[in-house]
């Protein structure tokens, strides 16, 4: 271990499963005080071969999948450059110590699996930065989920706020409870379900493949809610709502396969589908998810606050479906305490990156379930090092 942390400017990112975009950071550590964040859209292309490899049912060869592994961050090479002479009028290899970089998630089943694309070695030679990746093996090595790790960077954040609750929103969504009362409130954090993923892929749906993401819940707010067959949808997410944390899930067990069968489900119900009904039933479907998980495994009378984060919380259709279904808890948009609901994942790799760097353990126990804390993340040095 450095006996000195080295400080400085750490660069975070995140692609989230509506594949719309790469989230980045640029943090200054150990403060986390972030200097400048953004959405770098994907190209039409890259997005493309995201979504498709996205899908249990592809059928590609293994030379798509390879080239993509080259490709992803080569173009988020080109990004980091184009922000840091845009931004801080200089080069990556003068301005940032690390670059924290999970890649995008293809496939996470724990305990026997997990996997990000993204050649970690590509990003670091043509950036001239040291990259940290593949942040979650360590983790399930050890037992853990290797998901959620924002609970480490909740704690961090809300510590001026706490007692509350994080939920983070994105295409998963998952749940941090901030404590420094122990006793009655330990550590946790876990994934409660869909966030957008669902929503995602309805949205695709209703404009024919133009949007993969509904706009501001514009879709969503043009329907009625089902609540009949919401009631159905909870009792065949039993197997999950009910197992205790830590649990972690993915595309999995939301991606096409059930949402055809939702899909499927609500034309058995309806004959005459409207398909603003179907999301805007999806979009409850997911609120309600969250309040079962928060009703049976939160201590009750302990928490006043609820903070959304992610893609979810620039949903106002389903922001106020939380609100109207937790209406024990005074939900906020984390903007509205000053940290950013778009970047915070993408700031919490670069904290990770931080503390990767300079080989400093990261206790994710309480949250995933690992048996030890762990150095989370490979290095890849570029070669001038």
Not at 9 to 14: F, I, N
Not at 61 to 83: C, G, M, V
Not at 322 to 339: A, Q, R
Request: net charge neutral.
């Amino acid at each position: 271990m450095n006996q000195t942390p080295l400080p400085g400017l750490y660069l975070g990112m995140m692609s989230g499963t509506s594949c719309d975009g790469l989230d980045i950071a640029f943090v200054k550590e150990p403060e986390s005080k972030v200097e400048f964040a953004t959405t770098a859209p994907f190209p039409p292309l890259l997005q493309e071969q995201l979504l498709a490899l996205s899908d249990p049912g592809w059928k590609g060869h293994t030379s798509h999948l390879a080239k993509l592994h080259f490709d992803f961050p080569k173009w988020a090479a080109t990004e980091i450059e184009r922000l840091c002479l845009t931004y801080f009028h200089s080069t990556p290899q003068k301005l940032i110590r690390a670059i924290g970089f999970p890649g995008h998630t293809l496939a996470h089943n724990p305990p026997d699996y997990t996997y990000q694309i993204g050649n970690p070695a590509i990003l670091a030679n043509l950036t001239g930065v040291p990259v940290i990746s593949d942040f979650r093996s360590p983790d399930i090595l050890f037992g853990g989920q290797g998901a959620p790790l924002l609970g480490v960077y909740h704690q961090k954040k809300f510590e001026p706020h706490q007692p509350c609750l994080v939920q983070n929103i994105g295409g998963i969504g998952n749940l941090t409870l901030v404590s420094t009362d122990v006793s009655s409130s330990p550590p946790l954090s876990f994934d409660t379900g869909p966030g957008n993923m669902l929503i995602d892929q309805a949205a695709l749906l209703i404009s024919k493949g133009e949007l993969h993401f509904d706009n501001s819940g514009k879709f969503a707010s043009s329907g009625k809610i089902n609540h009949s067959i919401i009631k159905k949808w909870l009792k065949e997410e039993e197997d999950y709502s009910k197992r205790p944390p830590p649990k972690s899930t993915g595309k999995e067990r939301y991606g096409h396969t059930r949402f055809k069968q939702m899909l499927s489900d609500f034309r058995d119900s309806k004959k005459n589908i409207n398909q603003f009904d179907f999301i805007a039933t999806l979009t409850e479907f997911t609120a309600s998810t969250i309040r079962d998980q928060i009703e049976r495994f939160i201590p009750k009378n302990h928490f006043k606050t609820l903070f959304a984060c992610g893609g979810g919380a620039s949903n106002p259709f389903l922001m106020s479906r939380l609100k109207n279904d937790l209406p024990e808890y005074e939900v906020k948009i984390t903007d509205e305490v000053g940290v950013s609901s778009s970047s915070l994942e993408a700031e919490a790799f670069a904290y990770f990156s931080y503390l990767s760097l300079n080989q400093i353990p990261i206790d994710f126990t309480p949250f995933t379930g690992s048996r030890q804390p762990t150095i989370a993340g490979s290095v890849s040095y570029p070669n001038h090092i």
